[in-house]
């Protein structure tokens, strides 16, 4: 890692250090996590998000709530129940209770054996980072002509919503180190506005020509022929390839069937569940109303109205050109599926 690289989680030995993504652009500011109610309120306010991330946040939860257990003499039923709180603060992502299951089974061999377990997925979601980058832009360089590149992605996939380099923002990167990009389009994200203050923050600290733009944009911007390529994550990809990714990736979709525009999903393996067969049966998280109703404390809606704030939504697979895991680039528009390929 470079100098410049962010590091948004860290095990200290007793505590996960994790960079408050609330606060960010204006304050980068890193907050000691030391207890599980701690844990689950950070990743339910977004201090710390991402599919990728939150995996590697399930594996040292564990850690952290055998530290706290051991501190306050926990029963091993309530270890086994606040790590459960911890495995289902984030329904919708898949990954988060991935990294609980993965190490739960070392807790009996103790803290040592966890840790190191949960060292090894965020360096192994490291390697598949940088891998993933270099097949989506393998894949982009064979499928798409014109030269300099035009991207548009949506929400925030970057170092902060993993251990490092990102996903579909990783691609990106590679494809700036390649001298491939020309501009990229970061739609705003509503109504937590993740472009706009986390993709734009690492962006400009990469040096990527950017502009943010509203979510009702980039409809238009695809359909004018401004977009060459749009790359997302997922939280959760079927089993058919379906993919649930932040609100508004659908619209993004939907734009770039009807203009030509590849559609790539970019994400781990691990955020493939094929225990769900499609994206019907992906549980859609709801937060709170006053996300929409309120813009930075302030109310923007009437007193009586109430906000209806789905955080994710479902691209079917139809409408995406290729999912791009660490392993290979599954096109599912033309009949490939994650259930086939991995």
Same mark, same amino acid.
């Given at each position: =890692? ?19 993504q ?9 907050? $000691?996590?030391?207890?599980? &109610?701690?844990?689950? #309120?950070?990743?339910?306010?977004? /201090? ?5 991330? +939150? ?9 952290l709530? =055998? ?9 091993? $039923?309530?270890?086994?129940?606040? %790590?459960? @709180? ?13 990294? /609980? ?17 949960? $060292? ?10 940088r891998? =993933?980058? @270099?097949?989506g ?5 064979a ?5 300099? +590149?035009?991207? +548009? ?12 380099? !990102?996903?579909?923002l ?25 472009g706009?203050r ?5 962006? &400009? *600290?990469?040096?990527?020509?950017h502009?943010?733009?509203s ?8 359909? *004018? !022929? ?5 790359? %997302?994550?997922? #939280? @959760?990809?079927?089993?058919?390839? $379906? ?14 069937? #009807? ?9 781990p393996v691990?955020?493939? #569940?094929l ?6 049966? %992906? ?5 709170s ?10 109310? /923007? ?12 939504? /479902? ?28």
């Amino acid at each position: =890692m470079t100098n410049n690289e962010v590091h948004p989680i860290v095990w200290t030995g007793e505590c996960i250090t994790l960079l408050d993504q609330t606060l960010l652009p204006s304050e980068e500011t890193y907050v $000691d996590i030391q207890t599980v &109610d701690a844990l689950v #309120d950070a990743i339910s306010r977004l /201090v710390v998000r991402g599919a990728p991330a +939150l995996g590697a946040v399930g594996a040292y939860g564990v850690a952290l709530a =055998m530290v706290q257990g051991e501190r306050e003499d926990w029963s091993a $039923d309530e270890l086994h129940e606040n %790590i459960l @709180r911890i495995r289902n603060a984030r329904p919708t992502a898949v990954n988060l209770a991935w990294g /609980v299951d993965r190490v739960l089974p070392l807790v009996e061999s103790g803290l040592a054996a966890v840790v190191a377990d949960a $060292d090894a997925v965020s360096a192994e979601d490291a390697a598949a980072n940088r891998a =993933m980058g @270099r097949i989506g832009a393998d894949w982009i360089e064979a499928n798409v002509e014109r030269r300099p +590149l035009r991207l +548009l992605t949506h929400c925030n996939t970057g170092t902060l919503a993993t251990t490092y380099w !990102g996903t579909a923002l990783g691609v990106i990167r590679e494809l700036h180190e390649r001298g491939l990009v020309e501009l990229v389009y970061a739609d705003e994200t509503r109504p937590l506005l993740q472009g706009a203050r986390l993709t734009a923050w690492e962006l &400009d *600290r990469a040096g990527i020509a950017h502009v943010v733009q509203s979510d009702g944009a980039a409809a238009s911007t695809i359909l *004018r !022929g401004l977009v060459d390529v749009a790359l %997302i994550g997922a #939280d @959760r990809i079927a089993a058919n390839g $379906d993919s649930a990714n932040k609100i508004g990736s659908v619209s993004v979709a939907l734009a770039c069937k #009807d203009a030509g525009v590849p559609f790539l999903v970019v994400a781990p393996v691990s955020t493939v #569940d094929l225990a769900t067969e499609n994206g019907d049966d %992906i549980h859609i998280e709801l937060r709170s109303g006053e996300e929409v109703t309120t813009l930075a404390g302030i109310r /923007v809606a009437p007193a009586n109205t109430q906000g209806f704030n789905p955080a994710f939504d /479902v691209t079917p697979a139809r409408l995406i050109s290729a999912i791009i895991t660490e392993k290979t680039a599954i096109e599912v528009a033309q009949g490939e599926s994650p259930k086939s390929k991995l």
